[in-house]
Structures are given as structure tokens and as C-alpha cells.
């Protein structure tokens, strides 16, 4: 399954999928340049649903790069910091890039990262809240440095899309999956975890 992470630069996008896919934070973390690629394993009810992650440069020299990297994305990880405003402020533009490059009906989760750090706040839980109510998007706060829900975001991003692709709303050509994983009469909080 194809998973692009994209946001403007030093938002955390590569301390989140170190953090996912090794289990650290690495405080010096160098700027990706294009793009990178992991690979990781979520269980999604009994079965193994492998994420394809592809993280972004999120400099503007590198868009162009970045951009060609969405194509048939089934699920994005929209990032920004939340001691950064203009991180923030730049969400639209990216959003606009996902929706003309991903697959239809593409699953975006809106995450604010770097929640560690409460006294450099800067953007507040009403203009997240209004964002993703305008842009019907859910959202959740992260921290790749503590480890605070990164592993229920991209358990999140799985079932959701995988419940798209039940229901018809993505193409399964675009998905990568060989065989579907059923989403049958479960609760969203209790039937889902990453390993």
C-alpha cells in the first residue's frame, strides 16, 4: 500500500517514520533530499497490511521531486509542526498537491507533530480543528521524539484506507494490496494495531 509523508521542511516527516519503522529519534536528522523509502508491517484484524512509505523533501527546490512521488498514493500523512505557524499555513498548497496527485479518494490524515514541546505552541487546537473541519480531515498531535501516537496514526492511515478500498472508494490497481484485508462490523478504537 502506498503511503506518501509530506509537509514543509524540519515538520519532523523523517524523525515520524524513523521513529515508526526503527523504533528512535535521531535529534540530527539530515534533510531528505527527493525522497526516501520504507517499509513497514501493520496488523490490521489478524492480517499483515505492508505499508510502502515514501518520505518527502519538504524544501521548495525539491517540490517539483517530491510532487512526482504522490502519483497513486493511496494514503498521505500531512504533516506540519506545531511550534512552526507557517508550517501550518502552508498546509492548503501541499493538500492541493495530494488531492491532484493521489489516487481518487486517497485517505489524508492531518498530524501535528513535535507536541513535546507545549511552551513553543504556536498554532492552537481551534485553527487545527477548523482546518480539518473545512477540509474534512481527521487529525492527530504526534511527537517522534517521545513516540506519542505515531504508531495509532499510521494505524489509523491502514484502516481507513483499507476500509476505502473495501467500500469500492479506491481502486485496488492503485493500492498495491494482493489480497484485501475485510473490515467486518468493528469498532475503529479496538480492532486495529501496528507491530
Known sequence: MKIVIVG????????????????????DAATTCGADFYTYNCMLNNEKVKLQIWDTAGQERFRSISKS????????????????????DQLTDWLSDLHAL????????LVGNKSDLISERQVSNQQIQEFAEHHHLESIETSAKTGRNITEAFTRLTYEVL??????????????IENNVKIENTTKDD????C
Do not use: H, M, P, W
Open 8 to 27: 514543509s521542511s524540519t515538520v519532523g516527516k523523517s524523525s515520524i517514520v524513523t521513529r515508526l519503522v526503527n523504533g528512535e529519534f535521531v535529534d
Open 69 to 88: 512521488y504522490f502519483r497513486n498514493a493511496v494514503g498521505a500523512i500531512l504533516v506540519y509542526d506545531l511550534t512552526n505557524l507557517d508550517s501550518f
Open 102 to 109: 493521489c489516487a481518487a479518494n486517497a485517505y489524508i490524515l
Open 163 to 176: 476500509s476505502r478500498i473495501n467500500r469500492g472508494e479506491i481502486q485496488v490497481s492503485y493500492a498495491g
Open 191 to 194: 480492532q486495529y494495531s501496528c
